[in-house]
């Protein structure tokens, strides 16, 4: 059988596998950590219709929810499979044979496989040294044949916020060059500022999730914003429906409960003053724990970092690791309630003392 070089190409590793998710503690995939409780998940199932089961869903509702809960007419606005769908659709779309992309490094793995998946060249504006990224770098690498500077804002795994004066000067370049930006506000409410407003009248799309603020991964629901032109050209790749009836249902309850959103980001900048007052108290090296909901967290080696993550399973406690280049000595905590911040901050200090002491 023949198959695509391309693709047969491609290493894929399954993350987060085997997972005690009811008593565990998932600080591995900047998930909600806490789980809803019993009175909202009840709220949550009462909420999805028995006659919705057996139909194919009509989802305008909740173009129009998300227009008056954004302020945004929903002729901008295009609902996808989560940001992962919609970085897929855009990519496919848009890029041509001889054109290319350009990519954060280090930023959300899934932008490197699509580009993969897709045959898509691209380029990596890197993080120097101090973890920070420099426009002067982005200069060296983008050209006329640069058609999708796509931007985590804020990105992840390094924690890192582009300034009002560096969001100006990259869509005077991508103008220049005739390239379209793309911001993935993923973790925008966490404290960020949004381009939404910034992208109905030029070509700038802005993708959200209800992933992360939202704590509703599960769903696999997104949504973008752009121009029309964009949007009804980006609307073609749509599937039978832009998503299921069930992550339909459960994406209008949020929207109307949106104080569950604002709990859990409450929830989550207490658990991050909790662990960085710890981590500074003990000199402990991080990154992040401002505008989104993880941190980075620096050991001495690589294989520091193995032997804490075996540590840490046999507690069930989860956490990310195998990174690669300037950060592959550190790993990556998803930050939750002060509670289950202080159940990792306890395991993880028995593992640093009992680590001393064997070194």
């Known amino acids: 059988m023949q198959f695509k070089s391309h693709i047969n190409k491609l ?32 709220k949550i199932l ?3 219709s028995r006659f919705s089961i057996n139909a194919t869903p009509d ?7 998300l227009s008056k809960t954004f302020k945004i007419n929903k002729k901008n606005i295009y609902i996808g499979q989560g940001i992962t769908e919609l970085m897929s659709q855009i990519i496919f779309s848009l890029v041509k044979k001889n054109e290319q992309v350009i990519l954060m490094d280090p930023t959300y793995p899934m932008y490197d496989v699509w580009c993969k998946l897709h045959g898509v060249k691209y380029k990596k504006w890197k993080f ?18 640069t058609k999708i500077l796509f931007i985590v804002n804020p990105n992840l795994p390094i924690e890192y916020e582009l300034s009002t004066q560096q969001k100006k000067e990259i869509y005077r370049i991508c103008k220049k060059n005739k390239t379209i930006l793309v911001y993935d506000e993923a973790y925008y409410h966490f404290g960020s500022k949004s381009e939404i407003k910034n992208s109905i009248n030029k070509d700038i799309i802005v993708m959200r999730t209800f992933s992360k603020a939202w704590g509703l991964p ?16 980006l609307s073609k790749c749509r599937s039978l429906v832009e998503t299921n009836a069930l992550s339909f249902q459960i994406a209008m309850w949020a929207l109307k409960n949106k104080k569950i959103l604002n709990q859990h980001v409450n929830q989550i900048k207490k658990g991050s003053k909790y662990i960085t007052r710890e981590f500074k108290k003990i000199s402990q090296p991080y990154i992040g724990g401002q505008v989104t909901n993880a941190m980075l967290v620096k050991l001495k080696t ?58």
């Open 46 to 48: 009462k909420s999805i």
């Open 218 to 233: 599960s769903i696999r629901l997104g949504f973008l914003v752009t121009n029309k032109k964009l949007r009804d050209y």
């Open 11 to 42: 290493i894929r590793i399954q993350t987060s596998e085997n997972r005690d998710i009811k008593k565990g503690v998932l600080l591995d995939r900047n998930e909600r950590v806490e789980s809803f409780d019993e009175g909202t998940y009840k």
């Open 59 to 65: 989802i305008q509702d909740l173009y129009k929810l």
């Open 128 to 145: 120097n040294k101090d973890y920070k990224l420099d426009v002067k770098d982005l200069k060296r690498i983008i050209n006329k044949k």
């Open 302 to 359: 690589q294989k520091d970092v193995l032997n804490l993550k075996k540590y840490m399973e046999k507690k069930k406690i989860y956490i990310r690791t195998n990174f690669k280049n300037q950060i592959e000595n550190f790993f990556r905590i998803s930050l939750g309630s002060e509670r289950k911040m202080k159940i990792f901050f306890k395991a993880f200090l028995k593992w640093k003392l009992i680590n001393d002491r064997s070194n």
